[in-house]
């Protein structure tokens, strides 16, 4: 079975301060993606990136990065100066194998990120 | 583009009602997926679709819930009747089920239900 675990349940960071969004999972799976989603206030779902199980290359997109190791089945999402804009809850999710039809996503429970002035 | 669009965006409704949310995928797209979102239980997967046929619905929790699909363009979860313990955030999402399309999920803004 899949599982998917943010053991950050709230973190709460002051603007400019670099923060780890934690993500670990478990799959017997060989072909997978994960993905990163965040859910602002207003409540929508919004997709940040999709990272292939045979891609271990790390992503820097400006101000955000993410650190894949299978090794300790880790996605961790690294935001660099946050801003107030960052508050959100940050979802990490995992593919059913795509040889197959990879339609289900497990999600995480979530990490709420807070970041004040 | 237009990304996946859902109504209503908020519904509020007494217990015995029957609701109807709906859903239109980004054109183009060959998969249409319901979640739901709960506090207890987070994001789970309702039931999706693949070329307008349900693959799996295996997420439905009761009878009380329904789902179709019509057309590529077109989707609808319908509860009836409806009970408080509804009450909770409804996604539709679609995806372009390619493997080079890296089997993304795009998600629309939510239906949000209150069953009182």
């Known amino acids: 079975a899949q599982k998917v675990t943010q053991a950050q349940t709230e973190i709460s960071v002051v603007e400019k301060e670099d923060v780890t969004l934690d993500c670990v999972y478990e799959?017997?799976?060989?072909?997978?993606?994960l993905f990163w989603y965040k859910q602002p206030p207003s409540g929508e779902l919004v997709f940040l990136i999709r990272?292939?199980?045979?891609?271990?290359q790390n992503e820097i997109s400006g101000r955000y990065s993410w650190n894949f190791q299978k090794s300790t089945s880790s996605f961790n999402f690294t935001i660099t100066a946050s801003q107030v804009v960052d508050s959100a809850v940050y979802f990490c999710?995992?593919?059913?194998?795509?040889?197959?039809?990879?339609?289900?996503?497990?999600f995480g429970t979530g990490t709420r990120l807070q970041v004040t002035l | 583009d237009a990304g996946v669009i859902q109504s209503p965006r908020h519904e509020v409704t007494e217990m015995g009602q029957e609701v109807t949310l709906r859903c239109k995928p980004i054109?183009?797209?060959?998969?249409l997926f319901w979640y739901r979102q709960t506090m207890m239980r987070g994001l789970e997967l309702l039931i999706y679709?693949?070329?307008?046929?349900?693959?799996?619905d295996s997420g439905m929790p009761e009878d009380r819930f329904s789902a179709k699909m019509p057309n590529a363009s077109f989707s609808t979860l319908k509860i009836q009747p409806s009970e408080p313990r509804d009450s909770a955030v409804y996604f539709c999402?679609?995806?372009?089920?390619?493997?080079?399309?890296?089997?993304?999920?795009?998600f629309g803004e939510g239906s949000w239900l209150t069953v009182v």
């Open positions: 999402a679609s995806r372009l089920g390619q493997v080079i399309s890296g089997n993304t999920i795009y």
């Open positions: 799959t017997r799976d060989t072909t997978y993606y």
């Open positions: 990272r292939n199980s045979f891609d271990e």
């Open positions: 999710a995992l593919s059913e194998p795509y040889t197959g039809t990879a339609s289900k996503l497990t």
């Open positions: 054109s183009g797209h060959d998969y």
């Open positions: 679709f693949n070329n307008n046929v349900p693959i799996d």
